[in-house]
């Protein structure tokens, strides 16, 4: 594969294939929040969110795009709340196709440099702990575990707990 992929700021006019992009992923894996075709958002309610995040100072999407489908999403989710606008979640999804191709590597680095912009001092994740490859590509970048969250998913009919990391920017 080549690097012909951009990566910029969902719109609200993005809805419609990030509910095409979600519900694909989410079958090609089973450490996401969504299986395959699990993602049952109206197209108006991903507008909504994609609009508010568009607007809020300490949230944002980010997708990559290619031949103009979107192959990766990473998003950072800033709380509300006074005494925790420091703090904000993260979680990054990419095609399987297009894995090991240095794109997660790209769209975490863009949102550190987002979180930084928009003064959050602390990015937080969970990742299933089997997810040894999201784990690898995390420390890579500065997160370091925190804790284990006990039973955080259930999939296929098993309990599966989640690694809790942050990188403290």
């Known amino acids: 594969m080549n690097n012909t992929y951009t990566i910029r700021e969902a719109i609200p006019d993005d809805a419609e294939k990030m509910i ?5 992923v989410g079958g090609e894996s089973d450490n996401l929040l ?9 197209v108006e309610g991903v ?4 609009a508010m995040s568009k607007e809020s100072e300490n949230s944002i ?3 990559a795009i290619e031949n103009e489908q979107i192959i990766a999403r990473a998003e950072l989710e800033g709380y509300y ?8 979640k993260f979680s990054i999804s990419v095609k ?6 240095g794109i997660g590597t790209e769209m975490i680095k863009r949102i550190i440099d987002q979180a930084k912009t928009m003064k ?8 299933i702990t089997d997810n040894l490859r999201a784990i690898s590509l995390y420390h890579k970048m500065g997160f370091t575990d ?11 009919g098993l309990f599966k707990d989640a690694v809790i990391m942050q990188n403290n920017l």
Not at 34 to 42: L, M, Q, S
């Open 120 to 127: 959050i001092r602390i990015i937080e994740l969970e990742v």
């Open 96 to 101: 399987k196709e297009y894995w090991n191709q």
């Open 34 to 42: 969504y299986g395959e075709n699990e993602f049952i958002v109206p």
């Open 47 to 50: 507008k909504r969110k994609l």
């Open 146 to 156: 925190i804790g284990i969250y006990k039973k955080y998913f259930f999939v296929n």
């Open 81 to 88: 709340a006074a005494r925790i606008r420091h703090r904000a």
């Open 20 to 24: 095409l992009y979600l519900n694909q």
């Open 61 to 63: 999407v980010l997708i």
